[in-house]
């Protein structure tokens, strides 16, 4: 059975930094891209970051030199370093590792920065106060 387990979450001030983790465990091999989204109140799921097995990183645009996306290949975990927090950065992130081989083909990526993976974890909240 396949699961990811985040934590790291927290409530902090306008400036501050978290950490967030992810262990995965069950997946049938290392993933080859792994990644993490968010869902803001009120708004659809997004893309925060994506990291292929070779450490290529991918950002949105909101969150481009704040957040820190980096990987331990031979312990299936995750990391989003998130420094600079914003109100606006207020919401459940969730890491997710492999994304469908039918999207690959579709989007011609490896690793997109779009809701088409596998495999989700439950989330962990992060709450910003100004």
């Known amino acids: 059975q396949v699961q990811l387990v985040e934590s790291g979450g927290g409530s902090v001030q306008a400036g501050g930094s978290l950490r967030l983790s992810c262990t995965a465990s069950?997946?049938?091999?290392?993933?080859?891209?792994m990644g993490w989204f968010r869902q803001r109140p009120g708004k659809e799921r997004e893309g925060v970051a994506t990291?292929?097995?070779?450490?290529?990183?991918a950002y949105a645009n909101s969150v481009k030199g704040r957040f820190t996306v980096s990987r331990v290949n031979a312990e299936n975990t995750l990391y989003l370093q998130m420094d600079g927090l914003e109100p606006e950065d207020t919401a459940m992130y969730y890491c997710?590792?492999?994304?469908?081989?039918?999207?690959?083909?579709?989007?011609?990526?490896?690793?997109?920065?779009?809701?088409?993976?596998?495999?989700y974890g439950q989330g962990t909240q992060v709450t910003v106060s100004s």
């Open positions: 069950g997946l049938p091999s290392s993933p080859t891209c």
């Open positions: 990291i292929e097995a070779d450490g290529t990183t």
């Open positions: 997710a590792a492999d994304p469908h081989p039918a999207a690959i083909q579709a989007l011609g990526h490896h690793c997109p920065l779009s809701l088409v993976f596998i495999y």
